[in-house]
Each structure stands twice: as structure tokens, then as C-alpha cells.
């Protein structure tokens, strides 16, 4: 294989070498001029297309790979979100698919040689009336039935998991149970992405960033090439992964999406104190929150109200989001805000995600990643990849072909996604 | 915050409104599955300006057409859909 290249494994003696030596670290991936051709060009260097680059070539040793993205590596929604994965979904075909995404999560950090600090925290939805309620004994039935940890608690549970949560009839809307998913958690989302990149990069992959495609080359049905702003590739394949500017990108090779952007804020506060190990949600106050390994409060909430290009906080978003939290941890009042951010994602009508082929032969897409997508990331670049190595759509996908929207074959995914993680 | 300057109300903040989405003219009841199709569920999703349907549901409760920029939220154009039918 032309470019393999043997990279410095990362361990605690390299580490222990490094400090004693002082010598910089080698760089985790390469620079490359771009090659006229390739097998495949992935468009978009988020998580999406690294990991669709990476299994290309390890699982089935299509190296011959480029990876286009007009910013840097990671300046999309996959170094914006608050990194919360789980699989406890409300549909067979939705839990099932993040289920594998979670297995490939336990143990990437192995896979890629690149700690992604994963930690199974647990996830909690709490519920905040008898309808909510009924839905999670609902969803925890299904994650059962498909041998997925989920189970519907009450507040002494809540309170024994997450003590500094108010279950007291205090509230406005005071909490009666909860689903708790022991699985989930919190992965480092940049480490996800560079751990990516680099293992993509030692096995040939090149990534090109800084690079943007502004057309997209069609000729009798097919793709033949994309044109970026560092050259023209010609290339039977593009896949493209661009999240929330994807619809643009598919208008490039005439293929029209059922996708609206819309951006999704989120905030950080100071640092203080470990109090809160799992990661909470509520549907009902439109906010989750979970605190991170060096003790800052990470919150989100729901979509903004109405679609946008621009990645600018909004007032609005702050305020409603403090309030929410107090009502849920009010031992939160004197904790500073410190940032606030926002990142675009590509809503789909049933909020599921959009997998696979398109009317235009060789044009793939992943894309309709929402405000889901971190966690589906390692899942849909393997099937992705799998898809484009054998030319067969694989199960675990099928649902969430293009053409459902055709066959009125909608997923149902809106009721366990919503709340934007 | 976003202004929206509404024709009945006067500027007022989004927060009033419910976004409507772009404005796409229903086809015919005659025009077949495709056409249906694609009102339903294909969008522009522009990235500049773009043609938009909002109710403000907090003020007037009138349907208003906006013409605004998706990438900067600069609004240029607010008027009743009542009166824009030409
Ligand atoms: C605030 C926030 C919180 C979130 N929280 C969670 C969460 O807790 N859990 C979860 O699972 N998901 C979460 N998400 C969603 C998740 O972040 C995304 O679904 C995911 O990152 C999408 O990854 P991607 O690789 O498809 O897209 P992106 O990371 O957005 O990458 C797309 C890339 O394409 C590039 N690009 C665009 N156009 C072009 C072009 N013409 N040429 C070249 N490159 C181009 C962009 O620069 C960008 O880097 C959150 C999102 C946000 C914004
Ligand atoms: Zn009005």
C-alpha cells in the first residue's frame, strides 16, 4: 500500500519518552497536494467523513481516499456538540443501529490508538407527567426486547444516581420518574475526530483542509469528478458529509434533499466541583445537561425556532436555558455561564438521518445528522464504507434510504430525538 | 434577538412569531404525486435570502411573508401574505 506510513504509537511509554526527551510530538496527520484523481472523495472532514474515510480503508482496504473540507478538520456540529452518545431510541431499527454505533464507541479508543475518553456516565430522561411516562415504559419495552440496558425509574433512583437533582414537588413541574440508560454517556468529541483523522491518515487516507468543492461533475447519471478551490479531482465516488450545509452540497449533483438547517446553541460554565455524574435530560424543560471530567456544566437544549446559516448565540437561548436549569438543579444558582456557542445541524422530517445511495450513480450521502449525529457517527461510516466497498446497501441502513420519503416509509424517531443530543 | 418589523404591530421580537418555513405555492390538485412530493418534503434551504411564512401569533395572528437572509438574519422585506398574492 503506496502511502501507509508506520506512526508513533501512542502509549504510556511513548509518553513517558516524550516528556524525557523533550522532542515534539510527530504530527497526527499529513499535509498532501491534492492527486487529479481518486477512488473516493468524501466531502466534509467531520466526524461523518473520517470515519467513512477510516473504515474504507481499514475494513476494506480502499486507501486510494480523499477527504475535502473547505474549513479545518472538526469545524462542524462534530467539534460543537456535547458529545452524549446512548442507543436507548424508541424504533427497532433506530435502536438497533445506534446500538452498534455504541459498541463501536466501548471500544475505539483501542481501535484508533487515540484515548476518546469515553465514560459511561449513564443517561437519564426524566419525566415530568404521566403521558412522558408512558412513553419511556414504552421505549424501555423496545430496548429490552433488543437487548438494550433501559429501564424506567423512580425519583428514589433518581436521587440515589444524581443527588444534586431536585425531585422534590417544589418545582413548577415537578419530577415523577425517569428512564435510565446505563450505557450512555460522554465521549471527547475533538478526540473523536483527530483519533479519526490520524488513523485514517497512517492507513493512506489524505486530508485535504481548507479545501472547499464548489461543483460537483455529473455526465450521463454519473459522478465523474468534484471541483474544489484547490483543483479539479476526477473520481467515480463522492460521499457527501456536510451536516448542515449538505443540502447545498447535493444541489451541486442535482440531487434535492428533504433537509432544513437549523442551528443548536449550547453553554458552558466555570468549573467547579464534581456533583453530577450522569448525563440528565428533560424532554419537558427542553434542556440536558451533564458535567464534564474537569468539572464544567455543559447544557443544551432544544433546535432554534427557526432555520439559519449563521452560528451567532441568541439572548433568548441563555435565559430560557438558566431558568430550566435551576428548576432542575437549583444548587446551580451562583455558577457563571462562561461561553456559549452554536453549531448547524440538517433537520430531517421524521428526524432520522438520510444513508446511502441517490438517483445520481456514484453520489452517496450521509447526512440528516440533526442533533444526533455524534453518536451515530462510528456506525454510519461503517456501514457507509461497507456500502461502497460491496455495492450492497446493508441492513442496519436500509431504513434510512433517500427514497423512504418516496415510499412514504417514514421513520418514527421524533418522540426519543427531539430534545437536540 | 431577531426584529421583525411587522406591518400591523410594528417591530417586534421573533419570539412572537412561529416560523412558518420557505414559502413554497401548493401545486394543483391535478398535478400528480411528484409535484406533491416535493411541496411536502423538498426544500431550498437557501443559504442568502430566502422567502419565508410567519405567524404572529402573540400580536396580530396574521400570516406575514418575510424575505430574510439565512446566513446574516438580516430581514429586508415584511408584508401580509394577504397583500403579496399577485
Ligand atoms: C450544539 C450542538 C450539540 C450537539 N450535541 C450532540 C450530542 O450530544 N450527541 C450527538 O450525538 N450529536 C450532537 N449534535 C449533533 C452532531 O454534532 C452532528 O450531527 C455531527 O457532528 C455531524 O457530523 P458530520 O461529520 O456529519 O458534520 P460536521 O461536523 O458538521 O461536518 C461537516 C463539514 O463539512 C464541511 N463542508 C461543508 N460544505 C463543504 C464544501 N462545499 N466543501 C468542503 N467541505 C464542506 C464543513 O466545513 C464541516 O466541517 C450536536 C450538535 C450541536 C450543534
Ligand atoms: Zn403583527
Known amino acids: ?421 | 434577538m431577531l426584529l421583525i418589523l411587522c406591518p400591523h404591530c410594528g417591530p417586534r421580537n421573533a419570539d412572537e412569531f412561529s416560523f412558518g418555513g420557505e414559502l413554497v405555492r401548493r401545486p394543483g390538485p391535478d398535478t400528480g404525486q411528484e409535484s406533491w412530493r416535493a411541496y411536502l418534503y423538498t426544500k431550498e434551504n437557501l443559504a442568502g435570502w430566502e422567502r419565508e411564512q410567519w405567524f404572529h401569533g402573540s400580536g396580530c395572528r396574521r400570516f406575514l411573508e418575510v424575505e430574510r437572509n439565512t446566513i446574516t438574519n438580516e430581514i429586508r422585506l415584511v408584508r401580509d401574505v394577504a397583500e403579496g398574492t399577485a
Not at chain 1, 501512542?10 to 499535509?31: C, D, E, F, M, N
Not at chain 1, 423512580?154 to 415523577?176: C, E, F, N
Not at chain 1, 466541583?273 to 458535567?291: A, D, K, M, R
Not at chain 1, 432555520?307 to 437549583?330: C, D, I, K, N, Q
Open chain 1, 1 to 421: 500500500m503506496k502511502n501507509r506510513r508506520r506512526i508513533a504509537k501512542y502509549s504510556a511509554l511513548s509518553l513517558i519518552k516524550q516528556s524525557v526527551t523533550g522532542r515534539r510530538w510527530s504530527r497526527a496527520w499529513r499535509h498532501h497536494d491534492l492527486q487529479a484523481s481518486y477512488d473516493v472523495v468524501i466531502i466534509g472532514g467531520g466526524v461523518h467523513g473520517l470515519a467513512t474515510a477510516y473504515y474504507l480503508a481499514r475494513n476494506h482496504g480502499i486507501t486510494n481516499v480523499a477527504v475535502i473540507e473547505k474549513s479545518y478538520i472538526g469545524s462542524g456540529g462534530s467539534g460543537r456538540n456535547t458529545a452524549i452518545v446512548r442507543s436507548n431510541y424508541l424504533t427497532p431499527e433506530g435502536s438497533a443501529f445506534y446500538d452498534r454505533s455504541l459498541e463501536l464507541y466501548e471500544r475505539l479508543a483501542d481501535d484508533l490508538n487515540f484515548n476518546v475518553m469515553f465514560e459511561k456516565r449513564g443517561h437519564m430522561t426524566l419525566a415530568h407527567n404521566d403521558s412522558s411516562l408512558r412513553t419511556m415504559q414504552w421505549r424501555a419495552e423496545v430496548n429490552k426486547l433488543a437487548g438494550i440496558d433501559s429501564d424506567v425509574i423512580g425519583t428514589h433512583d433518581i436521587k440515589r444516581l444524581a443527588p444534586a437533582i431536585d425531585v422534590s414537588d417544589r418545582p413548577r413541574y415537578p419530577i415523577l420518574g425517569a428512564l435510565w440508560h446505563p450505557p450512555g454517556g460522554i465521549v471527547r468529541h475533538d478526540a473523536v475526530v483527530w483519533g479519526y483523522a490520524r488513523a485514517a491518515d497512517s492507513l493512506g487516507v489524505h486530508i485535504h483542509q481548507q479545501t472547499e468543492v464548489t461543483a460537483i461533475d455529473v455526465a450521463g447519471g454519473r459522478v465523474t469528478g468534484v471541483v474544489t478551490t484547490g483543483g479539479r479531482i476526477s473520481t467515480p465516488v463522492v460521499v457527501n458529509c456536510t451536516a448542515g450545509w449538505s443540502t447545498l452540497v447535493s444541489n451541486l449533483a442535482g440531487v434535492r434533499l428533504p433537509i432544513t438547517t437549523r442551528p443548536l446553541q449550547a453553554a458552558v460554565t466555570e468549573a467547579v466541583q464534581p456533583i453530577l455524574n450522569p448525563v440528565v435530560v428533560s424532554g419537558s424543560l427542553h434542556v440536558y445537561l451533564s458535567q464534564t471530567a474537569r468539572g464544567e456544566f455543559v447544557f443544551g437544549a432544544s433546535v432554534d425556532p427557526f432555520s439559519a446559516y449563521s452560528t451567532r448565540g441568541s439572548l433568548e437561548f441563555a435565559e430560557g436555558l438558566a431558568g430550566h436549569v435551576l428548576e432542575l438543579m437549583p444548587s446551580l444558582s451562583h455558577v457563571r455561564m462562561v461561553r456559549q456557542w452554536s453549531g448547524l445541524c440538517d433537520m430531517t422530517p421524521d428526524f432520522g438521518p438520510i444513508i446511502g445511495m441517490t438517483p445520481v450513480a456514484g453520489f452517496y450521502v450521509d447526512v440528516g445528522w440533526g442533533t444526533y449525529g455524534f453518536k451515530g457517527a462510528p456506525v454510519a461510516g461503517e456501514q457507509t464504507a461497507q456500502l461502497l466497498a460491496t455495492g450492497v446497501v446493508p441492513e442496519l441502513i436500509a431504513p434510512f434510504s433517500l427514497d423512504r420519503f418516496e415510499r412514504g416509509d417514514l421513520t418514527a424517531e421524533k418522540g426519543a430525538a427531539a430534545v437536540g443530543h
